[in-house]
Nanobody, 115 residues
Framework: QVQLVESGGGLVQAGGSLRLSCQAS???????MGWYRQAPGKQRELVAL???????NYADSVKGRFTISRDNAKNTMYLQMSSLKPEDTAVYLC??????????WGQGTQVTVSS
């Protein structure tokens, strides 16, 4: 069982930056880690993921603006968000998927971008 806790959300003006963190209760070495987001009235969508080997993948809407990274020694994943837009407003959730298919979610952190 892995518990995930997000932090770093908040209110920021358009064009600003935020860094989200996802702290795991145990080792994340073997997990594919990802950030998802869910805006009111919309489906949850993948924002970015990073595999255990370090391969990254991004949603087209955030390419060039967001950077996902992981620090296995600290059991932590990050999402550096720059050039934020009002449409980035959502609850951002941390996700971990194990090699045997186990899936874990955090509670989420709110990101609000004002225009």
């Amino acid at each position: 069982q892995v518990q995930l806790v997000e932090s770093g959300g908040g209110l920021v003006q358009a064009g600003g930056s935020l860094r989200l963190s996802c702290q795991a209760s145990g080792s994340i070495n073997s997990f594919t880690m990802g950030w998802y987001r869910q805006a009111p009235g919309k489906q949850r969508e993948l924002v970015a993921l990073v595999t255990s080997g370090g391969t990254t993948n991004y949603a087209d809407s955030v390419k060039g603006r967001f950077t996902i990274s992981r620090d296995n020694a600290k059991n932590t994943m990050y999402l550096q968000m720059s050039s934020l837009k009002p449409e980035d407003t959502a609850v951002y959730l941390c996700n971990a998927v194990g090699w045997m298919g186990s899936v874990y979610w955090g509670q989420g952190t709110q990101v609000t971008v004002s225009s």
